[in-house]
């Protein structure tokens, strides 16, 4: 599996790369310039083959019996693909979209389930587990994910991760390892690990609950062969609600989302958490433009609408609201909801809208990208931006963020403000002040050009 890994980092990387930790891209100059690189990443991907692939017996384990192995990724262990994706066999697994996900292995539910389903492609799931009393919780995890996911058809590949302190040989103690220093969720370790063990050319970086519209998988595919392959610097931008836990479903077409919008059962993601983090122009216009698709089976009624009908019905109801519209308002918001919500909208050929600039420092786009963008931060501290730094390194790079008109996604339940955590936020902040000195540093070094193009750091 390492090997396939390391000749896929080797195409990604030997023409575009940015690395979180060297913060070296590689830029082709030539023909030998293209050798030399190669040369040297053959060279780092067989020393990496041999650690993660050792024949020590010390390093092999068999887990309902599979035989795994477990490698070190800085402070944790990793086993991955303790479920295996059999889609990764298709001789056309590389071109698809990866949906990268991540989480705690104490939210695990029947979400997940509801999640695969929604998603056509290959998904690649990181969960955390804590370092204490290991052998339980490991084998405890295993078999929930497996139990909740027992039809996923093929799609899903789960990775297992935990902090650990010492060699990873040392692994499954009877009692664990009690870590002091994990009282934050390691977000971005997750996602990160869940896209290295990715082997697609596209990818999808999202959080738990996420679900998504009717043949999102297949009309994105249409557009990254269009416009990623020919610019590696462009994203291709969805938009994102949330839905009242009390809507009888989750919107999944356009019109049944834009009935639950008027009725305000769906805002935009995160519409009273964080106002605006989430937001995209002209969403009313959006909302009316009207709907055309051809509706496929679902094997399973979700909770979530799916459809842009569905969602509009639930978002008039109060049932959906923009991603985190209560939580952080505006975190997730794009400008005319209302525009979307009404225009006409084909769920089999992807139409692109405009392109938007980064010029709000909260902004948190959802997108979908090359597997070639920068890795997520990890000195970001989880709940505070650990996911939007991403995007401030991405205006940095000149990355192009452009929305695509007919595809969503929505999270059942409407987070609010008070749902904060205080404890873990005053944790974080200290935390969070570093890592913004040190990842300003890190982006005047790279690219001091493109500093007064974007939105000022928090000080």
């Given at each position: 599996?390492?090997?396939?890994?390391?000749?896929?980092?080797?195409?990604?990387?030997?023409?575009?790369?940015?690395?979180?930790?060297?913060?070296?891209?590689?830029?082709?100059?030539?023909?030998?310039?293209?050798?030399?690189?190669?040369?040297?990443?053959?060279?780092?991907?067989?020393?990496?083959?041999?650690?993660?692939?050792?024949?020590?017996?010390?390093?092999?384990?068999?887990?309902?019996?599979?035989?795994?192995?477990?490698?070190?990724?800085?402070?944790?262990?990793?086993?991955?693909?303790?479920?295996?994706?059999?889609?990764?066999?298709?001789?056309?697994?590389?071109?698809?979209?990866?949906?990268?996900?991540?989480?705690?292995?104490?939210?695990?539910?029947?979400?997940?389930?509801?999640?695969?389903?929604?998603?056509?492609?290959?998904?690649?799931?990181?969960?955390?587990?804590?370092?204490t009393n290991l052998n339980k919780t490991l084998f405890a995890t295993i078999e929930k994910v497996r139990q909740l996911v027992a039809d996923a058809?093929?799609?899903?590949?789960?990775?297992?991760?935990?902090?650990?302190?010492?060699?990873?040989?040392?692994?499954?103690?009877?009692?664990?390892?009690?870590?002091?220093?994990?009282?934050?969720?390691?977000?971005?370790?997750?996602?990160?690990?869940?896209?290295?063990?990715?082997?697609?050319?596209?990818?999808?970086?999202?959080?738990?609950?996420?679900?998504?519209?009717?043949?999102?998988?297949?009309?994105?595919?249409?557009?990254?062969?269009?416009?990623?392959?020919?610019?590696?610097?462009?994203?291709?931008?969805?938009?994102?609600?949330?839905?009242?836990?009390?809507?009888?479903?989750?919107?999944?077409?356009?019109h049944t989302l834009y009935e639950a919008y008027k009725k305000g059962e769906v805002i935009e993601f995160h519409g009273f958490y964080s106002p605006?983090?989430?937001?995209?122009?002209?969403?009313?216009?959006?909302?009316?433009?009207?709907?055309?698709?051809?509706?496929?089976?679902?094997?399973?009624?979700?909770?979530?609408?799916?459809?842009?009908?569905?969602?509009?019905?639930?978002?008039?109801?109060?049932?959906?609201?923009?991603?985190?519209?209560?939580?952080?308002?505006?975190?997730?918001?794009?400008?005319?909801?209302?525009?979307?919500?009404?225009?006409?909208?084909?769920?089999?050929?992807?139409?692109?809208?405009?392109?938007?600039?980064?010029?709000?420092?909260?902004?948190?786009?959802?997108?979908?990208?090359?597997?070639?963008?920068?890795?997520?931060?990890?000195?970001?501290?989880?709940?505070?931006?650990?996911?939007?730094v991403l995007r401030w390194e991405m205006c940095r790079l000149k990355y192009k963020f452009v929305l695509v008109e007919n595809v969503f996604m929505?999270?059942?339940?409407?987070?609010?403000?008070?749902?904060?955590?205080?404890?873990?936020?005053?944790?974080?902040?200290?935390?969070?002040?570093?890592?913004?000195?040190?990842?300003?540093?890190?982006?005047?070094?790279?690219?001091?050009?493109?500093?007064?193009?974007?939105?000022?750091?928090?000080?």
């Amino acid at each position: 599996m390492y090997e396939i890994i390391c000749l896929n980092l080797i195409m990604k990387y030997t023409f575009q790369s940015y690395n979180n930790d060297s913060f070296t891209r590689f830029v082709i100059v030539d023909l030998t310039t293209i050798v030399v690189k190669i040369s040297m990443l053959i060279g780092i991907c067989k020393y990496f083959s041999v650690a993660m692939n050792s024949t020590d017996p010390k390093r092999e384990y068999f887990i309902f019996g599979m035989r795994t192995r477990i490698f070190k990724y800085k402070d944790y262990c990793v086993l991955p693909n303790i479920i295996h994706s059999k889609m990764s066999l298709s001789l056309n697994y590389y071109k698809r979209i990866t949906l990268v996900l991540h989480a705690d292995h104490k939210f695990l539910d029947e979400t997940i389930f509801y999640q695969v389903d929604a998603w056509d492609g290959p998904i690649s799931f990181a969960v955390v587990i804590p370092s204490t009393n290991l052998n339980k919780t490991l084998f405890a995890t295993i078999e929930k994910v497996r139990q909740l996911v027992a039809d996923a058809k093929g799609k899903l590949s789960v990775h297992i991760v935990y902090r650990w302190p010492a060699n990873c040989e040392e692994v499954f103690p009877e009692h664990g390892w009690r870590v002091l220093s994990s009282a934050l969720y390691p977000a971005n370790t997750a996602r990160n690990i869940a896209r290295m063990l990715s082997r697609t050319k596209y990818l999808l970086i999202a959080d738990y609950a996420h679900i998504f519209s009717l043949n999102f998988e297949r009309q994105m595919l249409k557009l990254a062969e269009e416009i990623l392959d020919v610019d590696s610097k462009t994203v291709l931008v969805f938009r994102i609600f949330e839905a009242n836990t009390t809507a009888s479903s989750v919107p999944r077409d356009k019109h049944t989302l834009y009935e639950a919008y008027k009725k305000g059962e769906v805002i935009e993601f995160h519409g009273f958490y964080s106002p605006g983090t989430h937001s995209i122009p002209d969403l009313e216009e959006w909302f009316k433009r009207n709907v055309s698709y051809e509706e496929p089976l679902l094997s399973v009624t979700l909770p979530v609408p799916r459809d842009k009908h569905a969602l509009y019905e639930a978002y008039k109801k109060g049932e959906v609201i923009e991603f985190h519209g209560f939580y952080s308002p505006g975190t997730h918001s794009i400008p005319d909801l209302e525009e979307w919500f009404k225009r006409n909208v084909s769920y089999e050929e992807p139409l692109l809208s405009v392109t938007l600039p980064y010029d709000r420092l909260s902004w948190e786009p959802q997108f979908v990208s090359l597997a070639t963008i920068p890795f997520h931060d990890e000195h970001f501290p989880y709940t505070v931006k650990d996911n939007t730094v991403l995007r401030w390194e991405m205006c940095r790079l000149k990355y192009k963020f452009v929305l695509v008109e007919n595809v969503f996604m929505v999270h059942p339940g409407i987070k609010s403000y008070i749902d904060r955590n205080e404890r873990l936020r005053g944790i974080a902040k200290p935390i969070f002040e570093s890592a913004v000195v040190l990842f300003e540093k890190r982006m005047d070094e790279c690219c001091p050009e493109t500093k007064i193009i974007c939105p000022e750091l928090p000080s």
